[in-house]
């Protein structure tokens, strides 16, 4: 009956050992039980799908799919799930992009872990919780991000799921066979997903997507620096 009381998170990071100490950091919380972790964006759409955890903390930088894509994802398949991010970076294109998204909470990872277990639990009772440094800004880019239909917009924002995981894993280096095997689509079908990016953001070339991927948080600047 106690562990039916516990609020169930989902751990999402792709580095093990902060995975690990994430977990070991909650778990001495009475009310918080970590049912699962996912070391991928695409991990964690299908475990939120399989678990159905109260909470997802969500780190930003991971390969193949990011956090904020993922949490799109999470908020279209299950509405009622709580995205918390936990990232390492605060810049306005990932904060902005994130509360377009509508995430419920976002953390840097220098907070104490005294204040990541009550951001969990503020989140889960349907509250939002930020970091003292993006409280100060929200206020302000909510402003700015609002549409005149009261949507907030941001490029990113603009882009379907499928056309953002194509941007991404373009960006990440692959080729159009790679990023079909991944996706399970046919090469056919990534080239026209290539094609309709280019012209949707008028952009013309593989550096310039590139470029954007990194200036809407979609990747961070140094993942080129990593490819083989």
């Known amino acids: 009956m106690k562990s039916a009381k516990r609020i169930p998170v989902l751990l999402v990071e792709d580095h093990a050992i902060v995975r690990e100490g994430l977990r070991s950091l909650l778990e001495i919380q009475g009310d918080i039980e970590v049912i699962g972790e996912a070391a991928t964006g695409r991990q964690a759409v299908e475990r939120t799908r399989s678990l159905h955890p109260g909470v997802v903390v969500m780190d930003i930088a991971m390969p193949r799919l990011n956090g904020l894509e993922a949490a799109r994802q999470i908020r279209q398949i299950a509405p009622d799930v709580k995205v918390l991010i936990l990232s390492a970076h605060s810049d306005d294109a990932y904060v902005e992009t994130a509360m377009a998204i509508g995430v419920a909470g976002y953390l840097i990872k220098q907070t104490s872990a005294n204040f990541l277990a009550e951001a969990i639990r503020e989140v889960h009772k349907g509250n939002t919780y ?66 309709h990016l280019m012209r949707k953001l008028d952009i013309h070339d593989i550096a310039s997507l590139t470029r954007y991927a990194i200036s809407a948080g979609i990747i961070e600047s140094d993942v080129q620096l990593t490819i083989v």
Request: no cysteine.
């Open 130 to 195: 930020f970091s003292s440094a993006i409280a100060k800004r929200r206020d302000h880019h909510e402003q700015q991000l609002l549409g005149r239909n009261g949507h907030a917009k941001t490029k990113f924002a603009s882009l379907s799921s499928r056309e953002t995981e194509v941007l991404q894993l373009i960006a990440e280096g692959e080729a159009n066979k790679q990023i079909a095997a991944e996706l399970g689509v046919s090469i056919k079908t990534i080239e026209k997903h290539r094609d």
